[in-house]
């Protein structure tokens, strides 16, 4: 974990993030070094630029400025399947003993082999049972400390990193560029809400009270007088597709300025943060569409994948005016300590 | 609304908030001027500089400051009863047209006929029943309008002012002193999330991501190619009591500092808050129970009170250190604009 620290940090500090400590960044320097020159960067700033110059006709201030990003595919990877099913997969083989019936019923079965394909194909109710068996009556510390662990601990089974070294530099770049404009950047994510919260502040900088994802109930007790919270297995939330506009208008309760997605499970939020409601709204909003095109680097990979399926939201791209970051295109490093070259 | 919103922007200007434009506070000026020299406003002052102090043994760094606030008895006024319910009555009165059944079936019978008392003798699921109704199946933006529509133009019954002018100095004081200090302020509040979330950031400084409430389920649809929120009576989601811990759980994801509270809805809230988890953790923690003790400036009201009841926290209270605000006893003035001998 310490390196992945230590080169976010590094590029908080290259992009000149404004702090008071830090000051502001150095005039005319280049806020997205991983982007290359090209139309989904100049929109980007042209965007920012409109949305922060007081006076400008698309100003917007300050406490409206937000900024929502998917995170599976979009700031970290997600191949061969999301990582936090890696980590449901452990949990579930730690927790086995006490489950005998598991060694025979779907999915624990296909999950206790560790066959990720065999799982996927028990589809959204065998996923959703996995990942709600994976922190169910734990305590919130007791699942924390097991993701905490499992993060420094295991790695991704082809590029032998830590999962959370597999994020986006320019990703990371565009977060922190947004934030030194004044946008608060959340996560809305399908993935685990409690799952996401454990590393999102030290990995993307950003608090676990701008974490939306899905969730399952909890329950509060008084556990040898100490005011506990434990997980439950039910009242699950999935916050995709539609579930994404309702998680940002429960959690957020504004509409965003800014969505970034990479799958058709991202189609309903880049709708409701770009449609327009009147003229005036028009260029006040922005889609981009982080599109998995670089098999060398990362995985290449779209219409015809399980995994982050991305076929609407591309079709409904240039009609909605989203923009496309073809990431073989657009991106100079994939990684944050990689060569340029061959990321993967 | 104007005049509380000049009183608010007064207020805050006298209390020295630290902003990009007003600067820093005087050096020596009195932070909370409508707080009466004491225990408790000792107290505060003395947990703020612990936690606030670089060097200080109970330091806390500026990400894991956060305070939680009550909104009902804590933040505004609740008698005769919440100020919520009078909307929900005049929602529901507005509805009735539609709801032929409703003159004949409680807890609607009692609404139309503007009980309260009729109405509090539902209980908490004729309660819950009238809330939901006065929202359900209206778009996001509609029951935003007819909110701010009701504080524009409906009074309070007893005192003939605007309900959002019914919001406590002392507290507006406490809440711009502790973001001054880097705290980021939550209201968690047995109340409906959109309800407030209208006007806590024109009247608290709140903004809507950082209220917690009660809800109600939503579902998003295309309207005429508009993507929408609609909010649907199903799925309530009850932030009072053991919801409050449940609810700072899922939506802040990290334990607060500092609570404030006036019923024993807030037990929860405060025990979660306070209960050192180890040594190191005592010092670091503040409950805060709003006391209404003062029948000629506000109302007075505890262990009997059907609204507000305070029995259990305030026997809780000296065994926890939770600090007790007299009202009549530790505030100068309760309400922004009011002389300070007669406020009610």
Known sequence: ??????????????????SPVLGQPTPGSDPLPSWKEGDVKRAIITFVDAVTTEGSPDYVPPEERIAT???DGSLWSEKPTYFQLFFAIDQVRKMAANHPDWETTEPFKSALAGDVNGLMATGKE???????????NLTAEEFSA???????????????????EMVYQPMLELLAYLREHGFKTFIVSGGGIDFIRVFAEETYGIPPEQVIGSSIA?????????????????GMFIDDKEGKPIGIYQHIGRRPLFAAGNSDGDLQMLQYTTIPRSESDSGRHFGLI???TDADREWAYDRDSHVGRLEQALDEAPKRGWRVADMKRDWTRIYPDATQSSDR
């Open 146 to 164: 097991a993701v905490r662990d499992w993060l420094a601990t295991r790695r991704h089974p082809i590029t032998n990193r830590p999962y959370d």
């Open 69 to 71: 990003f998917d995170n």
């Open 126 to 136: 065998g996923l959703a049972k996995i990942l709600a068996s994976s922190h169910a």
């Open 218 to 234: 909890a329950k509060f007790e008084m556990r040898d007088g100490i005011p506990t919270i434990v997980k439950r297995p039910e």
């Open 1 to 18: 974990m310490k390196s992945i620290v230590s080169t976010t940090c590094a590029t908080l500090l290259l992009v000149g993030v404004a």
């Open 290 to 292: 982080v599109h998995h």
